[in-house]
């Protein structure tokens, strides 16, 4: 199985870059409140169960395990410090990883799910369709996969469009660009748009696809 796709360059200027710590990271998604969002995505979009496999590309710090039956888990992240915070916290409930090279196959492959959970806004097409590549790959007959991302939309408000417009990430996308990208590799495309999943105003398309 060929290497994992890695993520574009960001923008981590200036006040971003505090953003690469990862206690900084989590307090600053406390404060809009991210674990509303991660609930929300749990229960109502990943909706996994107890011995599910999961693939979570890009977890960073993996804090959506604290909404999460006992599943097996797999996140992956590049960054050393946001994979050595979700190993300190929940070590007993996945492996985490900096690269998927040393991940047999037999190991990676048969998940039931793989998630791309704001982590698109950060790669550009190649490297997203290198991810999505790897998603049907690695998932099982009737598995699923799953991506959520900031994005623009003609009706969202002023305020949502000025925050994602200065996202650390340099590709936020359309709900009809995301669904095109993903679609090309899934038999399923189902793309909704939520404006109500953190406290202040922001927007995000949700992507879930099948390959039947």
Known sequence: MSAQPQSSPQDTSGIRSVLSLAPVYRLAQSLIGADRFRRVIADEVLAVADGDRMLDLGCGTADILEHLPDIDYLGFDPSDRYVDAAAA????????????????????????????????????????????????????????????????????????????????????????????????????????????????????????????
């Open 89 to 212: 916290r929940f070590g007993h409930r996945g492996t985490f990883v900096t690269s998927l090279d040393s991940i047999p196959d037999d190991v990676l492959a048969d998940r039931s799910i793989v998630t791309a959970i704001g982590v698109f806004h950060h790669m550009d097409d190649d490297t997203v369709h290198e991810s999505l590549d790897l998603a049907t790959r690695v998932l099982r007959p009737g598995g699923r996969f799953v991506s959520v991302d900031p994005t623009f939309t003609d009706d969202q408000h002023r305020v949502a469009r000025a925050l994602i417009s200065r996202d650390r990430g340099r590709h936020v996308r359309t709900p009809a660009q995301m669904e095109a990208l993903i679609g090309a590799h899934f038999a399923s495309c189902e793309v909704s748009v939520r404006h109500d999943l953190l406290r202040t105003p922001y927007t995000h398309v949700i992507v879930q696809a099948s390959a039947t």
